[in-house]
């Protein structure tokens, strides 16, 4: 049975919030989109929900902020991203609820965004592999927070705080969702991808990936993904339309 072909998204837009849980999040998989997109002078703005101070086992969580942050801020860079912003919330125990709305409501409301990009928050990432919790629960706050945004009377203490309303958030993107409808082209900036990725190098040392290779391990996604939207190289996103016929 053939794949499902992949339509391309709609790039007509200017400002763009990517939201995720982690450090490292958008580069194993999205970055390549990213650095597309500054390279079209849209503006893209990083929330790094928390700082990722879980993810290192060999480092004390403090120690390991300070590092991830770092990796982080670096990678943004390769990409074209000069804004990275971080939450500070607790990493590996984020729970779906209208604290989290709450805090990524406030970001979109500074940021006044066009398009949100978040990572999948299916339960999987298809097949038996199992999605991580602070994705699922920062993908599901970071859509409702495009509609909450938008409305005064949500979170009306942000207001008195200097921040407006914002309902100009058209599109919400979950990059690598097995349910993905759609695709960007990233043939042309896939080695910033790369490069992106291999910023976090602290990272996936602590992993143990000792033969870790990030162009291979991108090319596994991004292969197959261009080859459904006609391309040699793609991201994937699920869309979930805020405005009327989208």
Not at 19 to 42: I, L, Y
Not at 97 to 121: C, D, K, W, Y
Request: aromatic share 8%.
């Amino acid at each position: 049975m053939e794949p499902t072909p992949l339509e391309p998204v709609d790039e007509s837009w200017e400002r763009a919030l990517v939201v995720v849980a982690h450090p490292d999040d958008v580069e194993f998989g999205a970055a390549a989109a990213v650095a597309r997109w500054t390279a079209q002078g849209k503006t893209v703005v990083y929330c790094m929900v928390t700082s990722g101070e879980a993810g290192i086992d060999a480092l004390p969580p403090d120690e390991c902020r300070e590092v991830r942050m770092d990796e982080q801020i670096e990678s943004a860079r390769i990409v074209g991203v000069e804004t990275v912003e971080f939450l500070g919330l607790p990493d590996g125990v984020l729970e779906y609820g209208v604290s989290l709305r709450r805090a990524i409501t406030a970001v979109v409301r500074r940021h006044r965004p066009e398009i949100i990009v978040t990572n999948n928050f299916r339960e999987s990432w298809g097949g038996s592999a199992p999605n991580q919790p602070d994705h699922m629960a920062v993908g599901r706050a970071a859509l409702n927070a495009a509609g909450d945004a938008g409305n005064r009377w949500i979170f009306s203490e942000q207001l008195v705080e200097g921040l407006e309303p914002w309902g100009g958030v058209r599109q919400v993107w979950a990059a690598g969702s097995p349910d993905a409808t759609h695709a960007v082209d990233t043939t042309e900036t896939f080695d910033r991808g790369v490069e992106s990725l291999a910023a976090h190098r602290a990272y996936i040392e602590g992993l143990g990936w000792e033969h870790f290779d990030p162009a291979e391990f991108l090319e596994g996604m991004s292969r197959p993904t261009g080859s459904r939207l006609g391309t040699t190289h793609a991201a994937s996103f699920e869309v979930f339309g805020l405005t009327w016929g989208e």
